[in-house]
C-alpha cells in the first residue's frame, strides 16, 4: 500500500485542519489505518486509529474529543479531522496502513506515509 498524506499547515490555536491520506497500490479496505505524529526533538507517537470496516476508532488521551479519524474505502481515504488545536499538537503528522485488525505501536503498522506539517500559533 502507499500513501499520501497531505493537508497540513499553519493554524491558530483553536483553529482547525483536516488531514488526508490516500492509498493506492492494495485493497485498502484490507488494511485497518492510523495516525502518529512526531513533535520536534520527539519520537513518533500514536494519535488515533481505525478499524478495516471504520466501525472502530480509538485515539491517544490528548486529542480525544478534539481529533476524529474516519475513512471511505470506496476512495481508499482516511481523515483526522482536527478541531479546537493547541501549540502542542504542532509536529509531522503520518498516516500508516497495518493488516493487523487494529495496532497502537509503531512497529505493529506495515505501511508509512511521507508526513505533512502541521503547526499551531499560540
Known amino acids: 500500500v502507499q500513501l499520501q498524506a497531505y493537508g497540513g499547515g499553519l493554524v491558530q490555536a483553536g483553529g482547525f485542519l483536516r488531514l488526508s491520506c490516500a492509498a493506492s497500490?492494495?485493497?485498502?479496505?484490507?488494511?485497518?489505518t492510523g495516525w502518529f505524529r512526531r513533535a520536534p526533538g520527539k519520537e513518533r507517537k500514536f494519535v488515533a486509529t481505525?478499524?478495516?470496516?471504520?466501525?472502530?476508532?480509538y485515539y491517544e488521551d490528548s486529542v480525544k474529543g478534539r481529533f476524529t479519524i474516519s475513512r471511505d474505502n470506496a476512495k481508499n481515504m482516511v481523515y483526522l479531522q482536527m478541531n479546537s488545536l493547541k501549540p502542542e499538537d504542532t509536529a509531522v503528522y503520518y498516516c500508516?496502513?497495518?493488516?493487523?485488525?487494529?495496532?497502537?505501536?509503531?512497529?505493529?503498522?506495515?505501511?508509512w506515509g511521507q508526513g505533512t506539517q502541521v503547526t499551531v500559533s499560540s
Open positions: 481505525i478499524t478495516r470496516s471504520g466501525s472502530t476508532t
Open positions: 500508516a496502513a497495518t493488516s493487523r485488525g487494529t495496532a497502537y505501536y509503531r512497529r505493529d503498522y506495515d505501511y
Open positions: 497500490g492494495r485493497t485498502f479496505s484490507n488494511y485497518a
